[in-house]
């Protein structure tokens, strides 16, 4: 693929593209507490845009200054060209989609979803044309004539997205759409959602705190932590090169070590962690001075686990004792006690099936971990 095609399904890395919304320097106080603080982001056409942190980090106050309803204390916010501060929620181009429903009980599915065109003064016979089509789409049109307390949570949870999509915004702002969905429920409608978002091609940011839910949904995802982005990238940028502790450990889940760098070559650098002795050895070079603090993250599907040792010894290994044994049926987490407190977490794919139930690793055996060059994170924060 060209640099340039390449770059069309990723407009962040292209230089000359254009955001469609521009948000610099915002920052909201609600008196003294700052709830967003001093953020800057770009979001471009298209996007699956997530917003992730935990709860109170400041997401739907942020995804709400989009929509206009709040006022940034300060900074400017840009949508499709043109500066927000004194334009109103109705004229902007977005629509929100709230994080309760909020479905008019009275109405059937069809009133629901017509009752912002109507309010707006579309013409009947394009209400009635526009409303079929969206209640196609997020698949309700046998259900059109019910009321939202005889459909499920999922079935709402699409009244909502059609009635705020039949607007035909060019941004949709989504809090916490699948919050209300049980996790298989959840996890199907995602899929939907992601459809019918390239099939309208309109830009979706969803504020989430689910991280495999980002991880699913997103082409990017701005990672938050009391007010500010700690981090915004690809979903593999952010789950294999985390920039900080919080965002390793925030995503997925890592063991963590504290050591120095002992070594830094051209091509390599070497970590000394002290308990329990473990040498990382790294396949590429880092521009941090030999003695500085480091921290290494290793993912847990990375590490190998077998009772027999490694043929050479040297780094990236180390002993250990199990102390648990999760069987997951697809998967296995291992408990592994190394050194003297130091406890590490190993998955492992089950591909061949156990013996009865005996299990190739087992509580109290003792065990040789080991990874790749390639699988630990150095982190200076
Ligand atoms: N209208 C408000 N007045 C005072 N504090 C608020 C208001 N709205 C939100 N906050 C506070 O701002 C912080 C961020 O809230 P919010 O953006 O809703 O977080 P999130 O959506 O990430 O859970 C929270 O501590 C919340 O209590
Ligand atoms: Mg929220």
Known sequence: MSQQADNQDRPWLDPDAEPFIKVQGVTKK???????????????????FCLLGGSGCGKTTLLRMLAGFETPTSGTIYIDGAEMSQVPPYERPVNMMFQSYALFPHMTVEQNVA?????????KADIA?????????VEL??????????????????VALARALVKQPKVL?????????????REQTQFELMNIQDQLGITFVVVTHDQEEAMTLSTRIAVMDEGRFVQIGTPTEIYESPDTRFVADFIGSANMFE?????????????????????????????????TKVWIAVRPEKIKISKNAPTESGANQIQGTVLGVGYLGNLSTYRVQAGSAKVVDVTH???????????????????YLSWDPSSAVVLTK
């Open 30 to 48: 609600f008196g003294p507490f700052t709830a967003v603080d001093n953020v800057d982001l770009q979001i471009y056409r298209g996007e699956l």
């Open 115 to 123: 009752y912002g065109l109507k309010r707006d003064g579309v013409a």
């Open 129 to 137: 044309m526009r409303v079929s089509e969206m209640l196609k789409m």
């Open 141 to 158: 049109t046998p259900f059109s004539k019910r009321k939202p307390h005889q459909l499920s949570g999922g079935q709402r949870q699409r």
């Open 173 to 185: 702002l989504l809090d916490e759409p699948l919050g209300a969905l049980d996790k298989r429920l």
């Open 259 to 291: 050591g120095r760098i002992v070594e830094n070559g051209a091509d390599h650098v070497v970590v000394r962690v002290s308990d329990p002795r473990i040498e990382f050895f790294i396949d590429h070079g880092m521009s941090i001075k030999e003695g």
């Open 349 to 367: 794919p089950n591909q061949s099936r156990p013996k009865g139930d005996r299990h190739a690793v087992d509580w109290d055996d003792q065990v």
